[in-house]
Antibody, heavy 113, light 107 residues
């Protein structure tokens, strides 16, 4: 069956970087793009952008240009989200997802000094 | 960017009632709208795709309608497990967007 399994929770300090993984199984990884969604505590879903798993080309929503990086390890059917120079407002749960309607379990990132 | 406006923000109902949740797009998006249910500390679950297409495993009391800019998620006879937050999402643009959500709560 199709699964997206994400890495575990992260505790980071402001200014540090974090790398979140999303391992896909049960389908051909390069046939579907992967997108990323942020959910701050008690808030709604915010679309961050997506990565073309065939070409590796990322596309970022306006609020996520600069410190956010999407990349792939295609041989391992894994997509990554890296957030550089973490800020307090980056504290959230981050989901990977693919159409139609397959989501990872989410990764909670806590930013605290 | 395409903005999705969901209404109402909160809907208070008793089990057995039937409800309609609205999602309005800032421009015409054909039928490229999808509905999700999210319970606390869980990933969103796809309920309806492309405005009205059903999803395997989703109870038949959930249905969707609409095209262009106005879309509706209907729940026929709400059950206790349905109390959660509902989001619409558009895939008309390559940069998807979500609505702010409608919270369905117990009256």
């Amino acid at each position: 069956q199709i699964q997206l399994v994400q890495s575990g929770p992260e505790l980071k300090k402001p200014g540090e970087s974090v790398k979140i993984s999303c391992k896909a199984s049960g389908y051909t990884f390069t046939n579907y793009g992967m997108y990323w969604v942020k959910q701050a505590p008690g808030q709604g879903l915010q679309y961050m952008g997506w990565i073309n798993t065939e070409t590796g080309k990322p596309t970022y929503a306006d609020d996520f240009k600069g410190r956010f990086v999407f990349f792939l390890e295609t041989s391992a059917s894994t997509a990554y989200l890296q957030i550089n120079n973490l800020k307090n407002e980056d504290m959230a749960t981050y989901f990977c997802a693919r159409n139609p309607g397959y989501w990872g379990q989410g990764v909670m990132v806590t930013v605290s000094s | 960017n395409i903005v999705l406006t969901q209404s109402p923000a909160t809907l208070s109902v008793t089990p057995g009632e039937s409800v309609s949740l609205s999602c309005r797009a800032s421009q015409s998006i054909s039928t490229s709208i999808h509905w999700y249910q999210q319970k606390s500390n869980e990933s969103p679950r796809l309920l309806i795709k492309y405005a009205s297409q059903s999803i395997s495993g989703i109870p038949s009391r959930f249905s969707g309608s609409g095209s262009g800019t106005d879309f509706t998620l209907s729940i026929n006879r709400v059950e206790s497990e349905d109390f959660s937050i509902y989001y619409c999402q558009q895939s008309y643009s390559s940069l998807y967007t979500f609505g702010a959500g409608t919270k369905l709560e117990l009256k």
